[in-house]
């Protein structure tokens, strides 16, 4: 049974930091590449940070380059998202997404955890 749990989220005020975790289980995790989503209220869903099977390419949305750092550890089947200087438009919940890197029909979402940037 896959699953990808998310945690980490939670309410921080504007400048502060934040470490999202993703646990898989269920498939081969060092097949997979691995992202980061997220979802405002009333807007669409957007790829906010990927990192491929091995770790060896990062993508970033232009609007957290530089304040946000996706990184996975394949022995522990996790991938992370540190956020450093969250602003209040960083407020949104965050999925963890998996797609094979053989299969890309074959994704697999969880279940998100909310980030709240105010003070």
């Known amino acids: 049974q896959v699953q990808l749990v998310e945690s980490g989220g939670g309410l921080v005020q504007p400048g502060g930091s934040l470490r999202l975790s993703c646990a898989a289980s269920?498939?081969?995790?060092?097949?997979?590449?691995m992202s980061w989503y997220r979802q405002a209220p009333g807007k669409e869903r957007e790829m906010v940070a990927r990192?491929?099977?091995?770790?060896?390419?990062?993508t970033y949305v232009d609007s957290v380059k530089g304040r946000f750092t996706i990184s996975r550890d394949n022995a522990k089947n996790t991938v992370y998202l540190q956020m450093n200087s969250l602003k209040p438009e960083d407020t949104a919940v965050f999925y963890c997404?998996?797609?094979?890197?053989?299969?890309?029909?074959?994704?697999?979402w969880g279940q998100g955890t909310q980030v709240t940037v105010s003070s």
């Open positions: 269920g498939f081969t995790f060092s097949t997979y590449t």
């Open positions: 990192i491929t099977s091995f770790g060896s390419t990062t």
């Open positions: 997404n998996a797609r094979s890197r053989y299969d890309l029909s074959r994704t697999y």
